[in-house]
C-alpha cells in the first residue's frame, strides 16, 4: 500500500516531500525507497523519531502494528496519516484517538471511498433534506475473487490472497478487509450511526482440511449484516467475496419519504442516480453529477498546513474509524450469539 | 374441471377469467355470503350456479375444484372443509393466518391426496422459473449469497392512491383490520422468490420490523396505524449460504418492484420484476471479466393453468400449501425475532 499512497496521493501533492521510510525488511525498505526517491531510511520507527526531520507519518504497516506505531507518533507530536483499520480492536482505537486529541494531533484514517466525489453528492442531498426522512436502506460490496480461485493452485494464491483467507495472518475475513468501507459508505452518506445490529458471517469450505501449508482458512466470507439507525430507518449491509459477476462493486440504495438515491461504484466507475420531488409520483430516476473533491491524502495535507483537525465533519479521522471498530467488533460478537446488539 | 369461486371480493375476478381462459376448465358456480355481490359477479363471468355459503355449495356438489378466494382468516376452515369433500384446493395467499393452521391444512391436504396449491403469483414470472433452472441445474455451481428485495413507494407517491384518505390502503396499516404490514402483505412474494429462485430452505432468521410515525398519534379515523413498514431480515440457507431479504412500502422510486440476485461459486443470476422482467446471467468465461448477459425468456404456464393440469393429470404441481406452511413459519417466526431479537432457527 505504501507505494500506492505515493502513486495516488503523496506524490501528487505539491509541496509534499517524501523524507524518510521506516521498514524492519532491509530489502523492502531498500526497494520502496529506490523507487520512489527516499533519502532517509530507517530499520524502525525509533530511529526515525530520533532523528525526527519530519512533519507528519503515514502508518501503513500491518494492521497488528497500527497501534504501537500510532502511539510512538504521539508521543513525538507528529500528525497521523493511518491505513484502515486502524487497530485491531475498539478498545486499541480509542486509546488511539483519546491520546491523538489530547495532544491535538491532526489525525486521519484512509478510508478510501471517501475519495469518491459522488458519496459526498449522495450525503449532502440527504442532509439538505432533498428526499426527506431517510426510511429504508440497502447497501452491499460484492467481489468475486474467491469463485475465481483455483484452490489447488498454492503457488496462484500464497501471495496475494491466502493470508486474507487466515486469522492467525491478521485477516478479519470480509468483514476487516471491505465490511469497513460499506459500514462508512452507508453510514457516511445518511448522515445517522447504526444504534443496533445482528450479523451473521460465513466461512465457505475451500479445500479438505481447511488450511493450506501454513494458513488455516478460518477468515469470513461473506457477511449480512441487518441495522437500525440513529433516526429509527432499517436497512441491510451485505458482501462477500463469492459475488461471481462483480469484481470490487459498491451499491447503497437510500429511500427516504421524499426522495430516493441509488449510488452505485466499481472499477467501472460512478453512478449516482435520484428520484426526487416531481420525479416521485413517476418513479423516475435521475443522473445526477457530483463536483470533485479532495482526495484523503489533500485533506490531510490541507489539515497539516492549517495546524488543525479540519473543521469539515467530512473527514474520516481517527474517532470516526473508532466507531467504525465498535460495529465490526460487535458484528463479531453477534455472530457468536445470534443475537441483536446495541451500539 | 367444474371450477367453484368461493368468494367473490377483490381477487376473485382473476379466477374468474383466468380458469375460464383455459380449455376444458369452466366456471360452474360462485358462493358468497353478500347476495348482492355474488350476482353481480355471476352476471359479470357468466356463472350459472350461486350459494350463500360453501356448505349450501358442498350439498350441491356439482364442481371438481375450488378456487379460494375468501378473507385469509377463512381460509382455513373453508379449505379443509372442501378437501374433506373431496374437492381439489387453489387458495389464496397466504395460506392461513400463522403456520400452525397452515400444517393443519398442509395435513389434511395431503391424507387426501387431491391437489392442493397456493396461489404465489410471482411464480408466473417466466424470468424467475428460468433463474431457478440455471441455479438447481448447477450452472452456477454451489449457491453462497442471495439478495431479495421487494419496494414499494405507496406511503411516499400517490400512484396508487392517497392511503391518508384511501379504506383500500388505510386497512392496511392496521393490525385490528386484519393486517400484517408489508410483512403479511408482500414479505410471502419475496420469501418465496429468495428461497424458490435459489433453490434452497431457510435455516435460520433474524428480522427486524418498523413501523414509523405517519399521523398524529399514529391514527386516522377507526384505523390505528401500527402495521409494520419495512422489513429487514438475515438468513441462511440449508447449505450454508447467506442471506439478506428485505422489504418496504417507503421505497420511494420503485411501485412495485422484484429482485432477486443469487451468486454462486461459478456464476451468478438477476431476477427483476416491475413493470417489465429481466433476467440477467453470469456464467461459465464471463465471471472472468464479470460480463453479464440478458436472457430472453418464453412465458411459462400461470399457476391457474398449472393447476388444471395438475388436476387433468393428478399429479401435484408447486407451490404446494406444504411450501406455503414453510413460508408462513418464517413469517411467523419473524415476528418472534422483532420481539427477542435474536436469530431463531425455523425447524
Known sequence: ?343 | MRMLILGTGGMAKNHAKSFAAIDGVSVVAGVDVDPNRLDAFRAAHDIPHGFASLDAALAWGEFDAVANVTPDSIHHSTSIAALKAGKHVFCEKPLATDAIKAFEMVEVAEQSGLINMVNLTYRNVAQLQKAREIVTSGQIGTVRHVEASYLQSWLVSKAWGDWRTESQWLWRLSKKHGSNGVLGDIGVHILDFASYGSGLDIDHVFARLKTFDKAPGNKIGEYDLDANDSFTMNVDFSNGALGVIHASRWATGHFNELRLRVYGDKGSVEVLNGKTSHLKVVMGEDIETATWRDLEVPPVPTNYQRFAEAVRTGQMQEPSFRHAAELQKVLDLALVTEQERRELPTH
Open chain 1, 1 to 343: 500500500m505504501a507505494g500506492l499512497q505515493v502513486q495516488r496521493g503523496w506524490g501528487k501533492i505539491e509541496g509534499v516531500e517524501l523524507a524518510g521510510a521506516v521498514d524492519v525488511m532491509p530489502a523492502n525498505l531498500e526497494a520502496f525507497a529506490t523507487t520512489y526517491g527516499v533519502p532517509n531510511r530507517f530499520g524502525s520507527l525509533e530511529e526515525a523519531i530520533a532523528w525526527g526531520q519530519f512533519d507528519a507519518a503515514t502508518v501503513v504497516a500491518s494492521d497488528a502494528f497500527h497501534h504501537p506505531l500510532v502511539m510512538q507518533l504521539i508521543a513525538a507530536n507528529k500528525p497521523i496519516f493511518c491505513e484502515k483499520p486502524l487497530a485491531t480492536n475498539h478498545a486499541l482505537a480509542l486509546e488511539m484517538t483519546e491520546a491523538a486529541e489530547r495532544a491535538g494531533l491532526v489525525n486521519m484514517v484512509n478510508l478510501t471511498y471517501r475519495n469518491v466525489a459522488e458519496l459526498h453528492k449522495a450525503r449532502q442531498i440527504v442532509t439538505s433534506g432533498e428526499i426527506g426522512e431517510v426510511k429504508h436502506i440497502e447497501a452491499s460490496y460484492l467481489q468475486h475473487w474467491l469463485a475465481q480461485r483455483d484452490f489447488s493452485n498454492e503457488a496462484e494464491l500464497s501471495g496475494r490472497w491466502l493470508w486474507r483467507l487466515s486469522r492467525n495472518h491478521g485477516s478479519n475475513g470480509t468483514l476487516g478487509d471491505i465490511g469497513i468501507h460499506i459500514i462508512d459508505f452507508t453510514t457516511f452518506a445518511i448522515n445517522q450511526p447504526i444504534v443496533s445490529m445482528n450479523c451473521r458471517l460465513q466461512t465457505f469450505r475451500k479445500v479438505d482440511g481447511d488450511r493450506i501449508g501454513e494458513y488455516v482458512l478460518d477468515a469470513n466470507d461473506s457477511f449480512i449484516i441487518s441495522a437500525e439507525f440513529g433516526n429509527g430507518a432499517i436497512g441491510t449491509i451485505h458482501s462477500s467475496r463469492w459475488a461471481s459477476g462483480h469484481s470490487n462493486d459498491q451499491k447503497l440504495r437510500i429511500y427516504g419519504n421524499r426522495g430516493g438515491i441509488e449510488l452505485s461504484h466499481g472499477h467501472w466507475g460512478t453512478l449516482l442516480r435520484v428520484c426526487a420531488g416531481a420525479d416521485v409520483p413517476t418513479s423516475t430516476w435521475r443522473e445526477v453529477k457530483a463536483e470533485p473533491v479532495k482526495s484523503n491524502y489533500e485533506r490531510f495535507v490541507d489539515a497539516v498546513r492549517a495546524g488543525r483537525q479540519e473543521v469539515s465533519d467530512t473527514l474520516p479521522d481517527f474517532r470516526r474509524a473508532t466507531e467504525l471498530q465498535k460495529v465490526l467488533d460487535l458484528a463479531l460478537v453477534a455472530d457468536l450469539d445470534r443475537r441483536e446488539h446495541k451500539v
